[in-house]
């Protein structure tokens, strides 16, 4: 067990490492869409109270930016920028549920990502200020912590497999990849996958939210019980 243990530990830390920021003008942006339909909260009714601004400490030497109070979700794909290999990784940002480091666990990441043939797809998850949290001791409650990152996170998986061919991706390829919270976000995904904690809405929701294959890295909150994204006495299959 412990030479897995190292190895995936390893893995991780060279995927990290490789990870460097872009020149400017180098990214592979290609189209970004809504999670959800018009007809929902959360795809564009109430107000918009999203911010982005640089954040501090310094990371790798420079500033990064920071995404607050994220409730409308989008998902950005970034094609390939050599051969398409099929493959396609949708990316969580960590922030601890509270904001996303959109950048330098984002766009960042799937620049590095798109440059080895694999298209990603960015998802900007809801992070109202809603837990889990990574501090127990942050004073909040417990009634409030939200299935919205999780239900953004299944949506995701059922909108790429739905739309695979236009995006030219195997649909047999999908897999999640995640930082800190985004790590606790790609364990929950991976393992709440029998049903959905939303009620499905369109095409999309009928498409299996199942990843084919997953990375968590550095992933929080794991082991606080009383944290999870997703329990049964809260959230009723659909």
């Known amino acids: 067990m412990r030479p897995l243990i190292f190895t995936l530990c390893l893995l991780c830390a060279c995927i990290h490492a490789n990870i460097q920021k872009p020149a400017e003008g180098t990214s592979s942006k290609q189209i970004e869409l809504p999670v959800w339909p018009s007809t929902v909260p959360a795809g564009g009714t109430g107000p918009n109270l999203e911010t982005t601004v640089p954040s501090g400490p310094l990371v790798a030497g420079r500033p990064w930016l920071k995404v607050s109070d994220v409730s409308r979700p989008t998902l950005t794909v970034f094609s390939p920028k050599q051969k398409n290999t099929g493959a396609a990784v949708i990316v969580f940002p960590g922030g601890g549920y509270q904001i996303l480091a959109i950048d330098h666990e984002g766009t960042e990441v799937c620049d590095w990502l798109t440059s080895k043939g694999i298209t990603c797809v960015l998802l900007k998850y809801r992070v109202p200020n809603s837990g ?107």
Do not use: M
């Open 132 to 238: 889990p949290f990574w501090d127990e001791h942050c004073g909040c409650d417990l009634n409030t912590r939200s299935s919205k990152p999780l239900e953004d996170a299944q949506r995701t998986i059922g909108l790429v497999r739905l739309n695979a061919r236009e995006w030219h991706i195997d649909p047999h390829k999908i897999g999640v990849l995640g930082f800190s919270a985004g790590g606790h976000l790609v364990a929950a995904v991976s393992t709440r996958f029998d049903h959905r904690v939303y009620q499905p809405l369109d095409p999309a929701d009928r498409e299996s939210c199942r990843p084919d294959f997953a990375v968590a890295i550095f992933p929080g909150h794991l082991w606080f019980r009383e944290y999870e994204i997703s329990v049964e006495s809260r959230y009723p299959r659909y």
